[in-house]
């Protein structure tokens, strides 16, 4: 039989919008990160997550909170030249977006009886794919880029309009984006393996059990959180955008 399926119903539809999802981020987030201007607001220490840490010689005075390299980057090099790889190959290498990737794009296969066009099946047991097992060392970077992130969204609150404590749209906007990127980070599979996957008793260790226990929690929602996030990057970054460019006017709330 030559047939790929015999389904009738539109199994085709979930893999088309998984690819439109993932296409839609990769090029809008190409295009900012390498487009070099509109990602920091001075007035109230807004910087977009696409550039933090800035770390180019000509970074947007005030914007490199963690210090610059002494050179300047050509077009071709983001900003944020050491994080940006680190959080790349942590979401290409998670569990779910492999599954939403070898699905949707690879067709491998593309749904349940659909017959993939690939003649023979090697999964990750081979180069390239091997790179997939980095996944558990990726998790730790973008601990550390979370809390990077987590640092650019509390110092905000300092400046508000006339100085000191101040909230604005803006605030509230990067507090969300990196309250959700907790979760999505905190919810990955290696997150739960590294704080109970190797013990052999919770009995003994009730404080990793508890946080094991939240961790499940989270991890039942991690497509969703995964989803979510690349929603809540894009949003951040195009509010800071329009009001860096000065589209809009940040709305303030306190001060």
Not at 22 to 49: C, D, I, K, M
Not at 70 to 78: C, I, K, V
Request: proline letters at 5%; glycine letters at 8%; a positive charge.
């Amino acid at each position: 039989m030559s047939a790929r399926t015999l389904r009738k119903d539109r199994w085709w539809v979930g893999p088309l919008l998984t690819t439109l999802g993932l296409a839609g981020f990769v090029s809008y987030a190409t295009v900012r990160v390498f487009q070099q201007n509109h990602y920091w607001v001075a007035e109230h220490h807004y910087l977009t997550p696409f550039y933090s840490p800035c770390l180019s010689a000509n970074c947007a005075p005030g914007s490199a909170v963690f210090g610059t390299l002494p050179w300047e980057f050509p077009w071709f090099l983001p900003y944020a030249l050491f994080t940006l790889p680190f959080l790349l190959l942590f979401r290409f290498t998670c569990y779910y977006y492999r599954k939403a990737y070898y699905r949707s794009i690879w067709q491998a296969p593309t749904a349940c009886a659909v017959q993939e066009p690939h003649q023979r099946y090697t999964g990750e047991s081979r180069f390239p794919m091997l790179g997939q097992n980095l996944h558990r060392y990726f998790f730790y970077a973008a601990v550390l880029i979370s809390l990077i992130n987590t640092y650019d969204a509390a110092v905000s609150f300092a400046y508000g309009t006339n100085g000191g404590f101040g909230i604005g749209v803006g605030n509230l906007v990067l507090l969300a984006n990196v309250i959700l990127l907790w979760c999505y980070t905190l919810s990955c599979h290696s997150c739960r393996h590294v704080f109970g996957g190797r013990l052999k008793s919770f009995g003994r260790h009730p404080l990793q059990y508890r946080l094991w226990t939240w961790i499940s929690v989270l991890n039942t929602r991690h497509m969703t959180w995964a989803w979510i996030t690349l929603g809540t990057l894009v949003l951040t970054d195009l509010y800071v955008a329009l009001v860096s460019s000065g589209v809009l006017t940040d709305l303030r709330i306190i001060n």
